[in-house]
């Protein structure tokens, strides 16, 4: 029997230290040492990331490391290069980290190389995306398209939109893009409303292509052409399939000459660098899509070969646990100043609490500690005027990550001054406050002191990068990635598996069908589910007879 993580001689060193470190406060941290801002300092792969603003010292990341070795970290990085089946409940391998291998490089699942297999997939992308990009790839009717529309939900729908949006700076603008994900007729409707099919592409984006939402939307859009091209031949003219299951993808009539294919060894929500990234391969072009798979790379590297105390995500993932399990903070805020990254919270939020979100370990214990906290965010400056008002003065802690670049990609070069001043002030604001004294000096009457008060000591991280390139964003996701796989690490739980998802599923099934019956609603559900059922029941629409 394992030793539990909180009988860890590191663990209980934390506990004993965090008694220390809830009493200081960053302001006297900095005072006690000048260098601090360029001590907690560290660079790799691009990105320059400042966590001098968190509540440690060295003694707390001495203490972190050694907890992180406590838990094996090492050995289980080395598995997940390996290919060893890590995600155990589902029996498999969780490579992504080879998708973004140069083709030099061997990543072996059940003894065979993945690399060569992933390099033909990409060749397949990059010659189809010519095709489209040039304009030689015509639709049924002979006209070229310059419609896209990539119809997948969560692992299949965050990370394209996310990276469709980051680098639109890099998109070819004669085409355009839209995302279908929801069930809700809305999404479709909405989307293709301004479209035309003769010159419109569908990706059907699906790793199993049985997910209900994806084939309810893909059967829409087949009917959306066909409605207008009247010939079942143009089907394989305007749909491919991402997938991993040929079989369905044939049965649904996409020709398999045009499937790009992944493997069972690729998450959902780890996936936007596989064939799933065809929309965003259409939009940036070869070039800059394999450049953003070099910056994912680059920090595998990095995770894979760096010191603890100088590994980025190993140092985030850390830290994470730090505020998670000690301080009891409950969420964590992402802040992109950066209006490309806009859709980056929401990618973060499936990639964070879908892999990190459970009760149990590995072991099939319940966990005695909390795990994933919940990630939130928008992208300033406009999140200030909303929400930071919680984040300054509510009664939570919330760390920060700060997201920012050097370098705008436009020339309004004024706009990003002010947009970076206001990164660093909130940072700082939230690190040092104003005391009750400083807001005395100026004036202020004393009945308002309190309420314009600000205790500070609000830990965050900055991440700076020079630009936003298709390496930096291949970077950054690597980044969060791998600080979700220290976090499961240390909290030993499997961040490749989701059976939560499960129950809500199957019961919508059952329900859909009592939806339409007219018989009686049955009394498996609670009151509460009867009652809204024949409510919904009575005020629907029928269907013409
Ligand atoms: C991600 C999850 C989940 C998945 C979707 C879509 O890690 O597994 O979000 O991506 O349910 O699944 P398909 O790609 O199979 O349609």
């Known amino acids: 029997m394992k030793r539990s993580l909180t009988a860890f001689h590191s663990w209980k060193a934390l506990k004993a230290h965090y008694r220390t470190m809830r009493r200081q406060h960053l302001r006297d941290l900095f005072v006690g040492d000048p260098l601090r801002g360029r001590r907690f300092a560290r660079q790799a792969a691009g990105l320059y990331v400042d966590f001098s603003k968190h509540r440690i010292t060295e003694e707390t990341l001495r203490l972190l490391v050694s907890l992180a070795h406590e838990s094996g970290l090492r050995e289980r990085i080395r598995a997940m290069f390996r290919g060893d089946r890590i995600n155990v409940t589902e029996d498999r391998a969780a490579l992504h980290v080879a998708l973004r291998a140069p083709n030099d490089h061997t990543f072996y699942v059940d003894?065979?190389?993945?690399?060569?297999?992933?390099?033909?997939?990409?060749?397949?992308?990059?010659?189809?995306?010519?095709?489209?990009?040039?304009?030689?790839?015509?639709?049924?009717?002979?006209?070229?398209?310059?419609?896209?529309?990539?119809?997948?939900?969560?692992?299949?729908?965050?990370?394209?939109?996310?990276?469709?949006?980051?680098?639109?700076?890099?998109?070819?603008?004669?085409?355009?893009?839209?995302?279908?994900?929801?069930?809700?007729?809305?999404?479709?409707?909405?989307?293709?409303?301004?479209?035309?099919?003769?010159?419109?592409?569908?990706?059907?984006?699906?790793?199993?292509?049985?997910?209900?939402?994806?084939?309810?939307?893909?059967?829409?859009?087949r009917r959306w052409i066909l409605s207008r091209l009247r010939d079942e031949r143009a089907i394989a003219r305007h749909f491919v399939a991402v997938s991993t299951n040929r079989e369905e993808v044939v049965r649904f009539g996409i020709d398999p000459s045009n499937m790009f294919e992944f493997w069972d060894w690729v998450g959902g929500r780890y996936s936007m660098d596989s064939a799933i990234g065809l929309s965003t391969m259409l939009a940036i072009g070869e070039e800059h899509f394999s450049r953003m798979l070099g910056g994912f790379h680059a920090m595998d590297e990095h995770f894979r070969r760096a010191p603890f105390d100088?590994?980025?995500?190993?140092?985030?993932?850390?830290?994470?646990?730090?505020?998670?399990?000690?301080?009891?903070?409950?969420?964590?805020?992402?802040?992109?100043?950066?209006?490309?990254?806009?859709?980056?919270?929401?990618?973060?939020?499936?990639?964070?609490?879908?892999?990190?979100?459970?009760?149990?370990?590995?072991?099939?214990?319940?966990?005695?500690?909390?795990?994933?906290?919940?990630?939130?965010?928008?992208?300033?400056?406009?999140?200030?005027?909303?929400?930071?008002?919680?984040?300054?003065?509510?009664?939570?802690?919330?760390?920060?990550?700060?997201?920012?670049?050097?370098?705008?990609?436009?020339?309004?070069?004024?706009?990003?001054?002010?947009?970076?001043?206001?990164?660093?002030?909130?940072?700082?604001?939230?690190?040092?406050?104003?005391?009750?004294?400083?807001?005395?000096?100026?004036?202020?009457?004393?009945?308002?002191?309190p309420h314009r008060t600000f205790d500070g000591n609000r830990p965050s991280t900055v991440i700076l990068a020079d630009r936003l390139t298709p390496e930096t964003l291949g970077s950054l996701v690597a980044l969060y990635e791998h600080s979700v796989f220290t976090q499961s690490v240390i909290w030993r739980i499997n961040p490749f598996d989701q059976w939560g998802v499960e129950l809500g599923k199957v019961l919508a099934k059952r329900i859909g069908d009592e939806l339409k019956g007219e018989g009686r609603v049955r009394s498996r559900h609670d009151s509460s589910t009867v009652e809204l059922i024949r409510h919904y029941r009575k005020h629907r629409v029928r269907e013409e007879r």
């Not at 839209?178 to 010159?199: I, K, M, Q, Y």
């Not at 939402?213 to 893909?218: F, S």
């Open 111 to 221: 003894g065979v190389n993945v690399v060569p297999s992933v390099h033909d997939v990409l060749r397949k992308m990059a010659s189809f995306s010519r095709r489209l990009r040039s304009g030689s790839w015509k639709g049924h009717t002979g006209k070229p398209v310059r419609n896209v529309v990539n119809i997948g939900i969560g692992g299949s729908d965050l990370g394209p939109l996310m990276a469709y949006e980051a680098l639109r700076y890099y998109s070819d603008r004669r085409l355009r893009f839209r995302f279908v994900s929801n069930v809700d007729g809305a999404d479709f409707t909405e989307a293709v409303l301004d479209l035309d099919p003769e010159e419109t592409l569908v990706i059907v984006s699906s790793k199993t292509f049985t997910t209900l939402e994806t084939m309810t939307n893909a059967q829409t859009a």
């Open 310 to 449: 100088r590994n980025l995500p190993v140092i985030m993932g850390l830290l994470t646990v730090w505020y998670t399990n000690f301080f009891g903070a409950e969420t964590m805020a992402i802040l992109p100043y950066c209006q490309y990254l806009k859709r980056f919270p929401a990618y973060l939020q499936q990639l964070v609490m879908e892999s990190n979100g459970k009760s149990v370990t590995l072991d099939g214990a319940k966990a005695t500690y909390a795990t994933s906290p919940v990630i939130w965010g928008e992208p300033g400056t406009n999140g200030q005027h909303s929400f930071y008002q919680l984040l300054h003065q509510g009664t939570r802690l919330v760390p920060c990550d700060f997201i920012g670049f050097c370098q705008p990609l436009n020339d309004l070069t004024d706009h990003h001054d002010i947009l970076m001043a206001n990164l660093f002030a909130q940072s700082e604001a939230l690190a040092f406050g104003k005391t009750a004294a400083e807001i005395r000096a100026e004036g202020t009457p004393s009945w308002l002191v």
